[in-house]
């Protein structure tokens, strides 16, 4: 009986995947920009999972085009552009280059009528989002946040939305390749101001040391007011992406990508604490089991980097707008990066 109702769920589970993959090789076409180790990491593999058929994929160096192609059912490998610009069947185009090429691209795909997903930040500073902005079809254009879409983040938004008070952390080893204002801190910097919502005033310190950049960063907002503690003086061995916010009744720990730790304050009577006269209640704390092979324990789903994908790729078949991460919702998040950055100048 057991084995039974195990294959009946298994079977439905299957029947369920290959419908939507199925939906999404139904739809419109696609086109991808990149051979970098994001791409192949990350984007390459959500992309797979979900049936998105790409039918170029685009490099400078052919030979490296073709051979990525080989990974997608019936792509081509292409080193011209003009392939994807002209081809009517390709609705949308992934970017995913080095950031001081992307805004050009996303511009010329946006005139071609093309639906466009670029890696995070699209843009070098507010000066260019502003760029973006202005074209007719700037809300065909998605720049890809995948914190916007992470699990955890829409499971605890509730408790977290309620906070009064947070610290967050981004520590990373040196990244002398690249601008980590924009390319790194951007992350943790959009992350909070999606919870907690514009600053109305803040104040930052930081420090040069060994190549890196330590910055501490204090925000006021309408409700809460919080810490942001962003650095490159670290290793990458030593890698942090967390956020410690607190309300009325539960402390709420999140270690990025996947496990959190929730705890409750308990009651105070007269202004007593109770957890010092009777036993501590227990924390509720969750942490992704990794050794089970299921989706949701996949690195793809809890960066989201599944969801960010495959939201773009339904909002291109049903002919939407990508509304939760068009250039215009990014505003407040690249006013305050292009401050910083000018600060530490």
């Known amino acids: 009986m057991i084995a039974y ?30 051979i970098g180790q994001h791409s192949m990491e990350n984007l390459y593999p959500a992309l797979l999972s979900t049936g998105v058929p790409v039918k170029y994929l685009y490099s400078r160096d ?17 080193a011209d552009l003009h392939h994807l610009l002209d081809d009517k069947e390709v609705k949308g185009v992934f970017i995913c280059i080095k950031n001081e090429h992307q805004l ?3 511009i010329r795909f946006l005139d071609a009528g093309k639906y466009v997903f670029v890696e995070k930040p699209a843009v070098t500073d507010y000066a260019g989002l502003e760029t973006l902005l202005s074209h007719p079809l700037a809300d065909r254009c998605m720049i890809a946040f995948n ?23 981004y520590l990373t080893g040196p990244y002398p390749e690249g601008d980590a204002v924009m390319e790194l801190f951007c992350h943790p910097v959009d992350n909070v101001l999606q919870f907690f919502g514009p600053p109305k005033d803040y104040c930052l310190q930081h420090k040069k040391v ?3 950049i330590s910055i501490q960063l204090m925000m006021q907002h309408e409700q809460a007011n919080g810490t942001l ?10 890698f942090k992406d967390q956020l410690h916010c607190i309300n009325q009744r539960r402390s709420i720990e999140i270690d990025y990508p996947g496990s959190f730790l929730v705890s409750p304050l308990g009651y105070r009577v007269g202004g007593i604490p109770m957890e010092k006269l009777f036993r501590k209640q227990r924390p509720v704390f969750m942490q992704q089991p990794a050794a089970v092979p299921v989706a949701t ?3 793809i789903w809890q960066h989201g980097y599944l969801q960010e994908v495959t939201y773009f790729v339904e909002t291109v078949n ?28």
């Open 147 to 169: 914190k916007r879409f992470n699990p955890l983040n829409r499971e605890l938004e509730k408790e977290i939305s309620r906070s009064y008070s947070y610290h967050a952390k």
């Open 104 to 106: 050009p691209l996303v």
């Open 210 to 212: 060994n190549g890196g």
């Open 318 to 345: 049903r002919g939407g707008l990508p509304e939760q991460a068009t250039p215009a919702t990014l505003q407040t998040s690249f006013a305050l990066l292009d401050s910083i950055r000018r600060s530490i100048s």
């Open 62 to 78: 052919l030979q490296l085009a073709q051979q990525a192609a080989r990974l997608f059912p019936g792509s081509t490998g292409v």
């Open 297 to 299: 324990n996949n690195s």
């Open 229 to 238: 503690e962003l650095s490159t003086c670290y290793s990458w061995n030593m």
């Open 5 to 34: 109702l195990a294959s009946k769920f298994k079977n439905r589970r299957r029947k369920q995947v290959l419908q939507h993959l199925t939906q999404n090789s139904n739809g419109g076409c696609f086109a991808f920009i990149g």
